[in-house]
């Protein structure tokens, strides 16, 4: 099919510290290109599953791809997890074309039997996962494009009969395979007319998982009825994150005006110039406007308080112009004040100097010296700022907004979120109620200020619904006034096993929410829920998020840069590529342990001549909200494996979330922020 637009994806952790160590994917590009298709994308990712699918699911979301083709993590290796990521996420699967790989593979060597192709769609786009070595790739591909496979099942994947591709293959002598055309007939040769009739059963496409029916206790139920398991199935961190991005959608679109409080909304339109910039000829220096055929010699100076721009220079004068002014009428160059000399000033009355009077020229300028024509930064309609542009606090995006003369621009809303606390044996830092009895004073509410602080540094605005005591009533009336008056409910504690943990029996049984998720296999954060909730009349969303967090500092803080922080930015209507906080490979600087879930290491990373290197924290106990003092990364250990190692050695390189300011680390060993 020739024109078919194709992504390419490779997935390597060497190839994502090196571009140069990419052999597969350039040569996929280059096959590709010389059979007539359009590669629209060559990206690389190292082998890590939720990266995998960001970028899957960018591409498919964007519409403007119909073959996406992997390289790499399809073996049996522990950092192999290609098929991992992409199988979940295809709607209808092609084993057919799995078979096809496999038999071209093994038809080289033994070998291809340890690899684990995927195939099928995901709505209109078709994706096939190959090896990483380039002797494979190039025997799978000779098999897709060999007899107009590839092109068959583009061409069915947009919509079409594929009855042009049939007539093609016909005239070839290639044999048609019954049912393979949509609703048409083909005659074999040498035989009568055989109809073929292509059959498509909406019904048994890949659905994604659904939430499942009531799964908490019932608190009214007595202690021999209570769960002494959780009823929530474990899932991963890869299968929680894409719950997030598929339950979670943009909050609507409104106009702000452009001020600095723009910063960390979403542009939701195409802003284009609305006239040219500069809107006139004006000078890029401080200087003066001449004519470019005046000579040097002495000439006396005007200004825009004695002689108006739309006035024709009058002969032996020049015009004081500074940087961005407009050029007065009949002037064609600037010169600077660097290439002048003064030769005369005029005076007060009593004799004191207040202004140039003459100046010498000491150069001649040619036409257009130091001058800007009409629309040489920006001309009317050009496109300046694309819907989904992030306008960051840098001020760029600000700054682009002003200079073309906008003073208001859609955007997405921001989410607001409402945040609480559970727990009877928590004490407000700023009015502390201790509990009586036995000497109990309870202990500090950490999570609610330390959250606030992450939140609204993010630029949210946080609505404090205090601490909700472990009652029943308590926790519905505080959840309905957060679902009444944010976009985002995010509440710490109450989400384990304890007799007093109500969040997810009160969102389920009183205020009709689905829990998506209940556990997730990681450490710190396993009892981490996940819900949506309907919102009651006039709230501000239809549908509300609700992130119901662990108790343990370190547990609540790391789940919210790993799963909130997504969720707010999806709702702000960032790119689903860039929902997730940016991760880069970092070389440890300590062995690690690995537990059997994937675990989340806080540690200060620091940008090094030689990379990045991770320093860890200290003790990880998910109570120990220290181990997250100083820290800007999240290191993503690897579960251990039954036959895997029981720990990382210094030196080995791990992907790590980026939660804060990187550190530098020079050379000669001072350091400092970058």
């Known amino acids: 099919m020739s024109g078919a637009r194709v992504a390419i994806l490779t997935v390597s952790d060497t190839a994502a510290a090196d571009a140069s160590a990419d052999r597969s994917g350039p040569v996929i590009q280059s096959i590709l290109t010389q059979n007539g298709y359009v590669c629209r994308h060559l990206v690389i990712v190292p082998d890590d599953e939720i990266r995998i699918r960001t970028v899957v699911l960018g591409w498919c979301d964007q519409g403007d791809v119909d073959w996406i083709v992997t390289t790499g993590g399809t073996g049996f290796g522990v950092r192999d997890r290609t098929p991992e990521a992409i199988k979940p996420l295809l709607e209808r699967e092609a084993p057919g074309l799995v078979h096809l790989l496999l038999s071209a593979s093994l038809k080289a060597t033994p070998l291809a039997a340890l690899s684990r192709p995927v195939a099928g769609t995901i709505r209109h786009t078709l994706i096939v996962t190959l090896p990483g070595s380039v002797k494979a790739v190039q025997e799978n591909l000779a098999a897709l494009l060999t007899g107009g496979v590839v092109e068959h099942a583009l061409e069915l994947v947009r919509g079409g009969s594929g009855r042009a591709v049939h007539a093609q293959l016909a005239a070839e002598g290639v044999r048609i395979p ?27 496409g890949h659905a994604p998982p659904q939430p499942r029916s009531v799964l908490s206790h019932d608190p009214s139920l007595p202690a021999h009825a209570r769960h002494r398991e959780s009823p929530y199935p474990l899932v991963s961190v890869a299968e929680a994150y894409l719950s997030i991005l598929r339950e979670v959608q943009p909050l609507p679109v409104y106009e702000e005006p452009v001020t600095p409080r723009l910063r960390g909304h979403v542009i939701a339109e195409d802003v284009r110039a609305p006239q040219n910039v500069p809107s006139t000829y004006s000078t890029n220096v401080d200087g003066y406007a001449l004519r470019s055929t005046d000579p040097p010699g002495i000439y006396k100076v005007l200004s825009p308080r004695n002689h108006s721009l739309s006035a024709p220079l009058p002969p032996g004068t020049v015009f004081r112009v500074n940087t961005g002014g407009p050029l007065p009428a009949g002037t064609d160059a600037v010169i600077m004040v660097e290439d002048t000399r003064l030769h005369s000033t005029q005076r007060t009355p009593s004799g004191e100097e207040f202004e140039e009077d003459e100046i010498e020229t000491l150069v001649q300028v040619p036409a257009g010296e130091n001058v800007r024509e009409p629309g040489s930064d920006v001309r009317q309609g050009e496109l300046v700022l694309e819907r989904g542009t992030v306008v960051s606090s840098a001020g760029g995006e600000i700054g682009t907004l002003a200079f073309v003369g906008r ?39 950490t999570n609610r200020p330390s959250l606030q602080a992450a939140i609204e540094g993010l630029g949210y605005e946080v609505i404090d619904l205090g601490i909700v005591p472990d009652n029943l009533e308590a926790h519905v009336a505080i959840l309905r006034k957060g679902l009444e008056s944010a976009d985002l409910l995010l509440t710490t504690g109450g989400t384990s096993m304890g007799v007093g943990d109500l969040l997810k029996p009160v969102l389920e049984r009183h205020l009709g929410g689905t829990v998506h998720f209940g556990r997730v296999k990681v450490k ?25 967090l662990p108790g343990n500092p370190a547990s609540a803080l790391v789940m919210f840069h790993v799963f909130v922080i997504p969720a707010l930015r999806r709702l702000g209507g960032w790119p689903e590529a860039r929902c997730r906080l940016p991760s880069v490979r970092v070389q440890i600087q300590e062995s690690m342990r690995l537990d059997p879930r994937p675990e989340y290491h806080r540690a200060i990373i620091k940008a090094s001549p030689a990379g990045f290197k991770a320093y860890s924290t200290g003790g990880q106990r998910s109570s120990r909200v220290a181990s997250l003092k100083g820290a800007n990364g999240l290191i993503a250990l690897p579960a251990r494996g039954e036959k895997g190692p029981s720990k990382l050695e210094i030196g080995d390189y791990v992907e790590a979330i980026i939660i804060g300011e990187l550190q530098m680390e020079w050379a000669d060993g001072r350091e400092g922020r970058d």
């Not at 019954?178 to 019904?203: L, N, T």
């Not at 003073?407 to 559970?422: D, E, F, G, I, Q």
């Open 178 to 204: 019954e049912g393979s055309v949509s609703g048409a007939s083909v005659s074999s040769r040498g035989s009568g007319a055989h109809h073929h009739h292509h059959h498509h059963h909406h019904d048994h």
């Open 407 to 445: 003073t208001r621009v859609n955007v997405v809303r921001k989410p607001v979120v409402a945040l609480l606390s559970t727990g009877n044996e928590l004490l407000d830092l700023q009015s502390p109620h201790p509990l009586p009895g036995d000497g109990w004073g309870g202990i500090w509410d």
């Open 524 to 548: 710190p954060g396993k009892p981490t829920t996940f819900a949506t909730v309907p919102a009651p009349p006039g709230a501000r969303s239809e549908r509300v998020p609700v992130f119901a």
